[in-house]
């Protein structure tokens, strides 16, 4: 499996970015494809999840009503739709698949291909 994340940046608090996981369509509609950050000092946690079905979706607390995970199949891609930016939304962000199941996986661990990160940096 490989995954490939791109589309972070440096943007200023309130703004928006969408993030890119270019991914094969098996890897898709087979598995649960997920979101994760990582801010220094702190651990990888898992912030979006979608199941192989294209729903249902998980969203952290923390980002719940202004991140957006979906799917593309037309171009292979996996989106996490970033709004309303907060400084604490800094970080490495990664994508991942694990296992396809009904409920999306909310554990980092359950996570079985990561992607290299790429960085988001909010300012204030």
């Known amino acids: 499996v490989q995954l490939q994340a791109f589309g972070g940046g440096l943007v200023q608090a309130g703004g928006s970015l969408r993030l890119s996981c270019a991914a094969s369509?098996?890897?898709?509609?087979?598995?649960?494809v997920g979101w994760a950050r990582q801010a220094p000092g702190k651990e990888r946690t898992v912030v979006a999840a979608?199941?192989?079905?294209?729903?249902?979706?998980y969203y952290a607390d923390s980002v719940k009503g202004r991140f957006t995970i979906s799917k593309n199949y037309a171009n292979n891609t996996a989106y996490l739709q970033m709004n309303s930016l907060k400084p604490e939304d800094t970080a490495v962000y990664f994508c991942?698949?694990?296992?396809?199941?009904?409920?999306?996986?909310?554990?980092?661990?359950?996570?079985?291909?990561w992607g290299q990160g790429t960085l988001v940096t909010v300012s204030s």
């Open positions: 369509r098996r890897t898709l509609t087979t598995y649960t």
């Open positions: 991942g698949v694990g296992p396809g199941r009904w409920i999306p996986l909310q554990n980092v661990n359950e996570y079985e291909h």
């Open positions: 979608v199941s192989y079905s294209a729903s249902p979706t």
